[in-house]
């Protein structure tokens, strides 16, 4: 170990345990707005941030504009007669809080698929990097790289008036969206299948030509899009990804760094990255089990070996949510009415009796139950995208709709830059000794 590491490596051994038992000592203590468990508890349940497109009840779950997924799965207008709510109309429903018609949805639909050129040098951006980059890295890099094509940018250098932030970020941010799935299908493609660079079809919507560009044939699957897109797009504007958005955002950094912020955030194990997590998790214990139908006796053994391990259990806990989340139901139910006969769903369907009582008895779990992170997985490998690295990319497509409506907002109220106070634990310290904490 070098001199630095070595000075830096003690001082942590030091500081984490005096920190801890400071927090656990001390943990209702109010400073400033927040309690100290607060302040090095990642901001969990402050107020602080205004995100007009969704909000997240611990109990209830997501409401999109006040709806419920099963509300949304039934008002939404449909593809063509289908069961499954259209992204399109979820993107129209977030950013004016109303249902649209379904001719207001096609017109949506075509409006996409007018916008959908992707600049070639971004292809070229991506054909740069080895083709085993994580595809997380390729994806915030190809959306980066559209910078130079932002309304927002060519229009402030041109002495946009601040009234007008919303129309140029409305521009790129319908640009942006229209413009994603062929970036991802092309990453997808270029990683692991037939390198083909797929064009989206005009009589297709947005989900259907992700489907069909990705190279996924059947119309199940396209269906499967339209859920997934939709649900996995917004979750309030506290989680990591709406949050960074809105951080970056708030400099007037243009929409495509803002997005792809915003992405770097989902590729976190903890965030988006864990229903990647999640399957690599369900795989290696079948194959460590040496069967494809594990018993539920040998599920509990499996997790607290995980446990034991100093592991998380990927899938499992939300920092807001206490109930199974409604979008992990949601998917449920897709797998239920067409695929419940797959060895792996079965499996995931067995965790979510066993995982929960096992981390309730660890006794510090706040939220036992199953997340978004879930199910996803188990149902992109039983519809053949089997390369589990690019679960993030398709959960970022979708978060697009969310954030993207939100930043919309932000600009339209004119929010300022967002600068929150910190502090130093010294200072937490002669607080504490000082007795001036509340
Ligand atoms: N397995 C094991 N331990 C867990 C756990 C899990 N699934 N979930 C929480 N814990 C542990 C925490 O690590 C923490 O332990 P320490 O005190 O030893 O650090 C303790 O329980 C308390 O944590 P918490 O207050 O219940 O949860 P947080 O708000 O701190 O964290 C997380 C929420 C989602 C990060 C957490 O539950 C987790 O790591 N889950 C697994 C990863 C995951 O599924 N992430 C996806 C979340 C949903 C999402 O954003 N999707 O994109």
């Excluded at 980066?144 to 970020?169: C, I, L, P, Q």
């Excluded at 998790?281 to 069967?291: A, N, R």
């Amino acid at each position: 170990m070098d001199t630095l590491k070595e000075k830096f490596s003690l001082l942590a051994k030091a500081m984490r345990p005096e920190v801890k038992s400071m927090i656990k000592e001390h943990r209702e203590k109010q400073v400033g707005d927040v309690k100290l468990w607060q302040l090095y508890g990642g901001a969990r349940g402050v107020k602080c941030l205004v995100w007009e497109t969704s909000e997240l009840d611990p109990n209830k779950g997501i409401r999109f504009r006040g709806y419920s997924i099963p509300e949304l799965r039934e008002r939404l207008p449909k593809f063509q007669g289908g069961d499954e709510p259209m992204p399109e109309a979820l993107f129209w429903l977030l950013l004016v809080g109303e249902i649209p018609t379904e001719e207001e949805v096609k017109w949506l639909s075509a409006e996409w698929y007018k916008r959908s050129e992707v600049p070639a040098h971004t292809f070229k951006v991506i054909d740069a990097f080895p083709k085993d980059t994580h595809p997380m890295a390729q994806f915030s890099a190809a959306i980066s790289s559209m910078k130079n094509d932002s309304v927002f940018d060519r229009r402030y250098s041109e002495g946009m008036h601040k009234t007008e932030y919303w129309d140029a970020t409305y521009e790129d941010v319908m640009n942006l969206i229209a413009r994603i799935p062929k970036v991802a299908a092309y990453i997808y493609r270029r990683s692991f299948k037939d390198g083909v660079m797929a064009e989206p079809d005009p009589n297709l919507d947005w989900s259907g030509n992700f489907a069909r560009m990705l190279g996924i044939e059947g119309d199940k699957f396209k269906e499967f899009m339209r859920l997934y897109l939709t649900i996995h797009s917004d979750h309030e504007g506290g989680n990591a990804s709406a949050h960074t958005t809105h951080l970056v955002g708030s400099t007037l950094s243009d929409t495509y760094l803002t997005f792809a912020a915003g992405m770097n955030a989902l590729a976190g194990p903890l965030h988006g990255a864990a229903t990647q997590e999640v399957i690599r998790w369900v795989l290696e214990m079948v194959e460590s089990l040496g069967t494809r139908t594990p018993s539920k006796d040998q599920i509990k053994s499996y997790v607290q070996q995980t446990l034991d391990s100093g592991r998380v259990i990927p899938g499992y806990g939300h920092a807001v949510l206490r109930q199974p989340d409604p979008r992990f139901i949601a998917q449920k139910g897709f797998a239920e009415r067409n695929l419940g006969e797959d060895d792996l769903i079965q499996t995931v369907w067995k965790i979510f009796e066993v995982v929960p009582p096992a981390l309730q008895a660890l006794g510090k779990v706040k939220n036992p139950w199953p997340n978004v992170d879930a199910h996803s997985g188990a149902i992109l490998y039983n519809f053949g995208i089997k390369e589990f690295n690019f679960y993030t990319v398709m959960f970022g497509v979708s978060r697009a709709l969310g954030v993207m409506a939100a930043l919309c907002w932000t600009r339209a109220l004119g929010l300022p830059l967002e600068r929150p106070k910190s502090v130093t634990t010294k200072w937490v310290k002669q607080q504490l000794e000082d007795n001036a904490f509340g």
